[in-house]
């Protein structure tokens, strides 16, 4: 698993025409998509669609293919790729034309927390007809409830959710996000997940998030916790910093200059043999942005070929 770089100096704050400029010249890299897939030995490195989200859906799959990326995590969330509404137009034809040059799109984002979201069996129907095989869901907020009548909510908002997912052959991964969000701590995810089908219903992990809520060694008890049951992961990187209040801040960063472990981390995805898609999601605001894209993504390909390596010695 190698890549080259490209398109790298274009300034901060691009636009679409000079983003599609920048990478014209890039190196080509095809991967026929319409054979059956293979069992994978390593994970599927990703680019969420959303650190590209200046660009038309019409415009990902060469993007895509000249950053030598693999995989899309396609965003089919309001204000996303692709409307949700319009998913009976647009999607197909999206998902169609990322593929179409040589990149899978493994997963989606969505930002359903309901089955019965009037776009959500459109959007799973879709996906799941274009054999995507994960999508992530919405996020639900604890507020004032109690804690354990909205975790039982919660369990009904999700089962209904699987239920549908699975109806269409996709698996769903909850996203553990720091903040006044269910499943900010992972623990209360596996009491809503806990009896449902390990097969359609699992996680999202994300280590930057698990850092910011668990610290130093709270991250790793919950990624053991999630990896029996880990169908995507997340990555992007942070440290802590005071702002002008003098209030502590976590603050985005390239990856590997941060506080993740990153050797520990993907160090115990490869010993769990790990092979579903791992997302680069936003985070900071690079001097250029492909220079940036481009740095995260050789960052995780040298740490996932590294460790996985390391494991298969």
């Not at 941060?258 to 936003?282: H, N, Q």
């Amino acid at each position: 698993m190698t890549r080259a770089r490209i398109g790298g100096g274009l300034p901060m704050g691009m636009t679409r025409r000079e983003i599609l400029a920048g990478l014209a010249a890039g190196p080509v890299r095809l991967a026929a998509q319409s054979a059956p897939r293979k069992p994978r030995t390593m994970p599927m490195i990703c680019l969420s669609s959303e650190r590209l989200a200046k660009l038309d859906y019409t415009d990902l799959g060469p993007i895509l293919r000249n950053l030598v990326v693999e995989g899309c995590n396609l965003s089919v969330r309001r204000g996303g790729h692709v409307e949700p509404e319009k998913a009976p137009a647009d999607l197909f034809r999206a998902i169609e034309v990322i593929r179409g040059q040589g990149v899978d799109v493994p997963m989606i984002s969505t930002d359903f927390t309901s089955a019965n979201d009037p776009a959500a069996r459109n959007v799973l129907g879709i996906s799941g007809g274009m054999s995507v095989q994960y999508f992530r869901p919405g996020y639900w907020r604890y507020g004032a409830a109690g804690i354990e009548s909205r975790l039982a909510e919660v369990r009904r908002d999700v089962s209904g959710l699987a239920l549908v997912g699975r109806s269409y052959g996709l698996a769903m991964g909850l996203h553990n996000r720091a903040g006044d969000y269910v499943g900010e701590a992972v623990w209360d995810t596996q009491a809503i997940i806990a009896g449902m089908d390990p097969a359609w219903v699992g996680y999202c992990f994300d280590p930057w998030q698990a850092t910011a809520e668990g610290g130093a060694a709270g991250w790793e008890v919950a990624l053991r916790l999630t990896l029996p049951r880990l169908k995507m992961v997340a990555v992007a990187d942070f440290y802590w910093a005071k702002d002008a209040s003098g209030k502590w801040q976590a603050t985005m960063c390239p990856m590997g200059e941060g506080m993740v472990d990153w050797t520990k981390f993907f160090a115990m995805l490869a010993e769990a043999r790990f092979t579903g898609p791992i997302s680069i999601e936003p985070g900071y605001q690079a001097k250029s942005d492909l220079e940036g894209i481009n740095h995260d993504l050789d960052f995780v390909t040298k740490q996932v070929n590294a460790a996985y390596r390391r494991t298969a010695a």
